[in-house]
């Protein structure tokens, strides 16, 4: 797998030269590969019934620790036919797959919601260096966890499918940047132009997303894509 960075989200943001702005009518018609790049075929989704958004992340991108307490109240809010899941990626960095180890075994104790903002302050404003089992398992333990439950889901069969299973949708996905969302297996949003402002600019990614979820709800056509 080749070896890329969050950094490449600025690649990313940089595609859409009219990019959606605050306070913008929600009958703004998407276009695509302006404001979304379509998936075809549409990829599975795991939510039968139900409107899923993936969230493509790593506890080690600094985008993605800004992001999250904004993804985080805005997923929280969501009505009921939508369903918000999260996808840790590696990108082939051992470093990376530790801490995508490390998500789906603090899923799996139960610990996923108290120390989720928890891993990324450690990371990035603590400047801890957690990117081994050890090393996170102690971690674990200081934070009030059960530090052996830990390490026996972090070396689980089950940690470690999920764990390959999760740089396999980054492929099949195309997921070049972090944070990106994708919609229904269908949608992968595209995000705003860079402002200067990041949170702003997650703000009208998360607006975009909104009506990305609308286009799917309501079974309109997308706008052709720009000649």
């Known amino acids: ?12 943001l940089c595609l859409s030269a009219t990019a959606l702005t605050a306070g913008a009518p929600a009958s703004t018609p998407l276009t695509e590969g302006q404001d979304y790049r379509e998936l075809r075929p549409a990829r599975p989704t795991s939510s039968p019934g139900k409107i899923e958004v993936l969230e ?3 506890y080690g991108c600094p985008h993605c620790a800004k992001f999250s307490p904004l993804v985080g109240a805005w997923a929280a809010a969501l009505p009921k036919d939508v369903v918000f899941k999260r996808v840790p990626v590696s ?17 799996a104790t139960g610990d996923l919601k108290k120390l989720d903002a928890v891993l990324f302050r450690a990371i990035h ?103």
């Open 125 to 227: 404003d603590e400047q801890q260096s957690l990117f081994d089992e050890q090393s996170l398992a102690d971690w674990v333990g200081r934070q009030g966890g059960d530090a052996a439950r830990f390490a026996n889901a972090y070396a689980s069969f089950g940690v470690n499918n999920q764990t390959v299973q999760a740089d396999q949708m980054v492929e099949d996905f195309g997921i070049e940047a972090i944070p990106t969302l994708v919609v229904n297996g269908r949608y992968v949003v595209v995000s705003p132009a860079q402002s200067g402002d990041e949170e702003q600019t997650f703000r009208e990614l998360l607006a975009l997303t909104d009506k990305v979820i609308a286009l799917v709800r309501g079974g309109a056509p997308p706008a052709a894509a720009p000649k």
């Open 56 to 58: 493509f992340f790593s």
């Open 91 to 107: 990108y082939g960095r051992p470093a990376w797959m530790n801490l995508a180890r490390a998500y789906y075994s603090l899923e």
């Open 1 to 12: 797998m080749p070896t890329r960075t969050c950094s490449l989200i600025l690649a990313v």
